[in-house]
């Protein structure tokens, strides 16, 4: 399974990477902070497990 997923920063635009959990089931909604510029990002992640795939849509917090 992919261990990682990049998305970039709501604010900065600056790529990040999320350590996603397989095991929090297949839809997960967290708050990162861009390790730029520090602002709070939401992450919506969907994981799909068949295709070994990691989707994530950010937005501002």
């Known amino acids: 399974m992919q261990d990682t997923a990049t998305y970039p920063c709501a604010y900065c635009g600056e790529l990040n990477v999320t350590l996603p959990d397989w095991s929090a089931g297949r839809r997960q909604q967290y708050i990162e902070d861009c390790a730029v510029c520090c602002q709070p990002n939401v992450l919506r992640v969907c994981l799909n497990p ?12």
């Open 50 to 61: 068949d295709l070994d795939e990691v989707s994530v849509v950010v937005e501002p917090a």
